[in-house]
């Protein structure tokens, strides 16, 4: 332990002879590596273990402080990225804000342009309008009025009252090819700077003046000796001119919401293929669309002579009025102080009579109660009617469609044609006094009789009456409703059939089944399919009870048929449906039994 000590004092001794104390204020030198080698060989196991913890503390110091700086560098620039980004944004927010003002700056001056230059096309259509109302009224002065002239001053102003004017339509009548071919146009161009105030007036003109220039160009190529025979088929309008004028004795008087009804049905009719003859209905179309117009501008024609005529009267019984209040005084005057209460009471009856006296009501009629079940129709309905009803006999009677009508028959039908009676008659088959009326199921029988019956088959039309009660009978009338049957007839060539018969003399016919067809156009529920029932017939077996049951307003049908099974295979025939055009129909074959010895 004296030597350790020892050892350790000079070790001690030479660490510091070594290393001597730096002076005051001096820096303290740095070892060398060999100084720092020998004093690592004569250190103790403590003071190593010692300098190795002083110096990873003093790494560990280093590595910290490093972190923190690096730290301290990277938030810096985080921040400053950040205001980086916030700057940038705002700037591009300033920007877009900018550009949407700008795109809102130039829309509202592209409408305000736009708004300037509609402004400007009515003002130019309004002026052309003026200029083309003074240059007709400038013609009719010089007396060298046009036909267009004659059309503008109808819906003028100065011509509201003037009663002398006819419809405009007429004045078509006339004209020739080339001047309706000028004319059209000249009423194009005035329908379109006129279209706020007579649009409706101008449309209705340009539809009937070049209606009538395709039928003048018609007329002149059927009637020009120097055109082909194709160049004539090219034109033709696909009817014969025999039909074509029983057209227009049809629509010929017919007001404006009756032609819009007849075109509203015929559209139906050829869009659900119920049309037949194609080409007649389009013809009827084709003609019905000039008759509108003329109708629409007929009734106008109509309100506005009306207006113009009391006008007039009234203009008349104002200066007839202040006539009479003119010449009293100088009457007075004339007779003297005595005759002027007699003046009063003329002045006061001349008053009077420049207003409007009311018709006494002891000149009116006394009314009568309606009886239930009776429909009441105007005089033009009546007549409308009666003209449909000649119509169709005279076709009847040109296709011999009447030959089965008897000498006394023929004769009134021949006299009803010509108008000597005035009865309308009844032509559309098996009908009471409560069978439906309407001119919707007066077509669809016409239409289903027009088709007629094959070889196989004859017309059934022969109902049963039905006794029973409804329960809408208080608020609705019951009507029977139409129909047109058929029955098909025939027979099979069994073995009896050809034993008995031949060809020559073939079997009597039996009953091969029924097509029934009945119309409900006025049905309150058309939703609901009317629907039948079979009943045996209580006096024989050998028939049954077919009835047809539909609802408000109409009563219950019934036939008799014979009573045998029924095929209801859709190869056998059997149809039973309701279709849109409110017809039901039930078309059937009976089973026949076959013959056995």
Same mark, same amino acid.
């Given at each position: 332990?004296?030597?350790?000590?020892?050892?350790?004092?000079?070790?001690?001794?030479?660490?510091?002879?070594?290393?001597?104390?730096?002076?005051?204020?001096?820096?303290?030198?740095?070892?060398?590596?060999?100084?720092?080698?020998?004093?690592?060989?004569?250190?103790?196991?403590?003071?190593?273990?010692?300098?190795?913890?002083?110096?990873?503390?003093?790494?560990?110091?280093?590595?910290?402080?490093?972190?923190?700086?690096?730290?301290?560098?990277?938030?810096?620039?985080?921040?400053?990225?950040? $205001?980086?980004?916030?700057?940038?944004?705002?700037?591009?927010?300033?920007?877009?804000?900018?550009?949407?003002?700008?795109?809102?700056?130039?829309?509202?001056?592209?409408?305000?342009?736009?708004?300037?230059?509609?402004?400007?096309?009515?003002k130019e259509d309004v002026f052309a309008l003026n200029q083309a109302r003074a240059r007709s009224e400038i013609r009719f002065r010089e007396g060298r009025a046009k036909p267009i002239d004659l059309l503008c001053r109808?819906?003028?102003?100065?011509?509201?009252?003037?009663?002398?004017?006819?419809?405009?339509?007429?004045?078509?009548?006339?004209?020739?090819?080339?001047?309706?071919?000028?004319?059209?146009?000249?009423?194009?161009?005035?329908?379109?700077?006129?279209?706020?105030?007579?649009?409706?007036?101008?449309?209705?003109?340009?539809?009937?003046?070049?209606?009538?220039?395709?039928?003048?160009?018609?007329?002149?190529?059927?009637?020009?000796?120097?055109?082909?025979?194709?160049?004539?088929?090219?034109?033709?309008?696909?009817?014969?001119?025999?039909?074509?004028?029983? =057209?227009?004795?049809?629509?010929?008087?017919?007001?404006?919401?009756?032609?819009?009804?007849?075109?509203?049905?015929?559209?139906?009719?050829?869009?659900?293929?119920?049309?037949?003859?194609?080409?007649?209905?389009?013809?009827?179309?084709?003609?019905?669309?000039?008759?509108?117009?003329?109708?629409?501008?007929?009734?106008?024609?109509?309100?506005?002579?009306?207006?113009?005529?009391?006008?007039?009267?009234?203009?008349?019984?104002?200066?007839?009025?202040?006539?009479?209040?003119?010449?009293?005084?100088?009457?007075?005057?004339?007779?003297?102080?005595?005759?002027?209460?007699?003046?009063?009471?003329?002045?006061?009856?001349?008053?009077?009579?420049?207003?409007?006296?009311?018709?006494?009501?002891?000149?009116?009629?006394?009314? =009568?109660? =309606?009886?239930?079940?009776?429909?009441?129709?105007?005089?033009?309905?009546?007549?409308?009617?009666?003209?449909?009803?000649?119509?169709?006999?005279?076709?009847?009677?040109?296709?011999?469609?009447?030959?089965?009508?008897?000498?006394?028959?023929?004769?009134?039908?021949?006299?009803?044609?010509?108008?000597?009676?005035?009865?309308?008659?009844?032509?559309?088959?098996?009908?009471?006094?409560?069978?439906?009326?309407? $001119?919707?199921?007066?077509?669809?029988?016409?239409?289903?009789?027009?088709?007629?019956?094959?070889?196989?088959?004859?017309?059934?039309?022969?109902?049963?009456?039905?006794?029973?009660?409804?329960?809408?009978?208080?608020?609705?009338?019951?009507?029977?409703?139409?129909?047109?049957?058929?029955?098909?007839?025939?027979?099979?060539?069994?073995?009896?059939?050809?034993?008995?018969?031949?060809?020559?003399?073939?079997?009597?016919?039996?009953?091969?089944?029924?097509?029934?067809?009945?119309?409900?156009?006025?049905?309150?529920?058309?939703?609901?399919?009317?629907?039948?029932?079979?009943?045996?017939?209580?006096e024989d077996p050998e028939f049954a009870i077919i009835r047809f049951t539909a609802g408000a307003p109409y009563e219950d049908l019934a036939f008799k048929i014979v009573n045998l099974p029924w095929l209801y295979a859709?190869?056998?025939?059997?149809?039973?449906?309701?279709?849109?055009?409110?017809?039901?129909?039930?078309?059937?074959?009976?089973?026949?039994?076959?013959?056995?010895?």
């Open positions: 332990s004296a030597e350790t000590g020892h050892h350790s004092s000079m070790s001690n001794n030479s660490s510091a002879a070594a290393s001597p104390a730096p002076a005051d204020g001096a820096a303290p030198r740095k070892l060398t590596k060999e100084e720092k080698e020998r004093l690592k060989a004569m250190e103790t196991p403590e003071e190593k273990r010692a300098r190795r913890l002083a110096k990873k503390a003093a790494k560990d110091a280093k590595r910290v402080v490093a972190a923190d700086g690096a730290a301290a560098a990277g938030g810096s620039a985080s921040k400053r990225e950040d $205001e980086r980004s916030t700057a940038d944004a705002e700037q591009e927010l300033k920007r877009a804000r900018l550009a949407q003002q700008e795109r809102e700056q130039e829309r509202a001056r592209n409408m305000t342009e736009e708004e300037k230059l509609a402004e400007w096309a009515s109808y819906v003028s102003a100065s011509a509201n009252n003037d009663t002398s004017l006819q419809e405009p339509y007429t004045v078509f009548d006339p004209l020739s090819v080339a001047e309706l071919e000028e004319l059209v146009p000249e009423i194009k161009t005035l329908q379109k700077v006129d279209q706020a105030e007579n649009g409706d007036y101008w449309a209705d003109i340009l539809i009937i003046c070049e209606h009538m220039l395709i039928d003048r160009r018609r007329e002149s190529i059927e009637n020009d000796p120097n055109v082909s025979a194709a160049e004539k088929r090219a034109v033709e309008s696909g009817i014969s001119p025999q039909v074509r004028a029983s =057209i227009l004795q049809l629509l010929n008087g017919k007001k404006h919401a009756e032609l819009i009804t007849l075109q509203d049905e015929i559209r139906r009719r050829i869009a659900s293929g119920a049309a037949v003859d194609v080409t007649y209905w389009e013809a009827l179309l084709y003609e019905l669309k000039a008759q509108l117009s003329r109708a629409r501008l007929r009734e106008r024609h109509v309100d506005r002579r009306e207006k113009a005529l009391q006008a007039l009267r009234l203009r008349q019984q104002q200066e007839d009025f202040l006539g009479r209040i003119k010449a009293q005084p100088a009457a007075a005057a004339a007779a003297g102080p005595a005759s002027a209460p007699a003046a009063a009471a003329a002045t006061d009856g001349a008053a009077a009579a420049g207003r409007i006296q009311l018709r006494p009501r002891s000149f009116s009629p006394e009314p =009568i109660d =309606i009886p239930p079940g009776v429909t009441l129709l105007d005089a033009a309905e009546d007549a409308r009617r009666l003209s449909l009803a000649r119509a169709d006999v005279k076709n009847r009677l040109e296709s011999g469609r009447l030959k089965a009508l008897g000498p006394m028959d023929r004769s009134v039908a021949e006299a009803a044609v010509e108008g000597k009676i005035m009865q309308p008659l009844i032509l559309s088959g098996p009908a009471s006094s409560n069978t439906d009326q309407s $001119e919707m199921a007066q077509v669809m029988y016409n239409a289903e009789r027009e088709r007629g019956c094959s070889e196989e088959e004859e017309p059934f039309n022969e109902d049963i009456p039905v006794k029973t009660t409804y329960d809408w009978a208080g608020r609705l009338r019951p009507r029977k409703p139409r129909f047109y049957n058929r029955v098909v007839l025939g027979f099979e060539w069994n073995q009896y059939n050809r034993v008995h018969f031949d060809i020559d003399n073939p079997p009597p016919r039996q009953v091969m089944g029924y097509k029934f067809n009945i119309f409900f156009p006025d049905l309150v529920e058309k939703s609901v399919s009317p629907t039948y029932t079979v009943a045996p017939w209580p859709r190869r056998a025939g059997f149809r039973c449906q309701f279709d849109r055009n409110n017809i039901f129909q039930l078309w059937f074959t009976v089973r026949r039994e076959r013959y056995r010895r």
